[in-house]
């Protein structure tokens, strides 16, 4: 089936370490995105790539790193630069073209900093 | 700058009640669209509904019913005879109508529970 698969599920993460998060979708979709879930804050994009090799920043880029070298992932590093990065990272991909809206996800990764 | 809101954080109502999710959103764009997505327990966001800002004619899906008013700036959800597998987080969201990436900009989301 298509769709987006995100890994891993749960990560924790000792401070001043990066971590990598795994985004991969099998959709052909040009679009992907990173957003930040936080209780109460709902969803805040960190970066997304319309084509390969190019990412923009999003609101909340600091602290974060991206690349794009393939159409179907998109991995997310938190360095250790970002301040408060326990969270929950959700993936999304879309089709490129004028806006049709929807946006698939994938089931998140939750990371926790001890 | 464009902002979503949503008032309610947590509703919590009997199986078979009718619940109304409200959204209010800020925009400058003349042209924009407006989205319903749910959460359940998995994680993953589903999308449900998009509107653009030119169409404001009231939608409905089987118990789910969207009232958008410009007048307003709002953009409501109803689930008619609510059912336990509602249950999730519903976040309204926004955006620019442009060519290529969708860049939504999420409300807080409301936690909505429905009680057997």
């Known amino acids: 089936d298509g769709g987006i698969t995100q890994s891993p599920k749960y990560l924790f993460r000792k401070e001043g370490q990066n971590v990598t998060l795994s985004c991969e979708q099998n959709?052909?979709?040009?679009?992907m995105y990173w957003y930040r879930q936080d209780p109460g804050q709902g969803l805040r994009l960190i970066y997304y790539?319309?084509?390969?090799?190019?990412?923009q920043k999003g609101d909340i880029a600091e602290g974060y790193s991206v690349s794009r070298e393939k159409k179907e992932s998109f991995p997310l590093t938190v360095t250790s630069a970002q301040k408060n990065p326990t969270a929950f990272y959700l993936c999304?991909?879309?089709?490129?073209?004028?806006?049709?809206?929807?946006?698939?996800f994938g089931e998140g990764s939750r990371l926790t900093v001890l | 700058a464009q902002k979503v809101t949503q008032a309610q954080t947590e509703i919590s109502v009997v199986e078979k009640e009718d619940v109304t999710l409200d959204c209010v959103y800020e925009?400058?764009?003349?042209?924009?669209?407006l989205f319903w997505y749910k959460q359940p327990p998995s994680g993953e966001l589903v999308f449900l509904i998009r509107?653009?800002?030119?169409?404001?004619q009231n939608e409905i899906s089987g118990r789910y019913s969207w009232n958008f008013q410009k007048s307003t700036s709002s953009f409501n959800f109803t689930i008619t005879a609510s059912q336990v597998v509602d249950s999730a987080v519903y976040f309204c969201?926004?955006?620019?109508?442009?060519?290529?990436?969708?860049?939504?900009?999420f409300g807080q989301g409301t936690r909505l529970t429905i009680n057997p």
């Open positions: 509107r653009n800002s030119f169409d404001e």
């Open positions: 999304a991909s879309s089709r490129w073209g004028l806006n049709t809206g929807e946006l698939f």
């Open positions: 959709l052909n979709h040009d679009a």
């Open positions: 790539s319309q084509i390969v090799n190019d990412f």
């Open positions: 969201a926004l955006s620019e109508a442009i060519q290529g990436a969708q860049k939504l900009v």
């Open positions: 925009t400058r764009d003349t042209t924009y669209y």
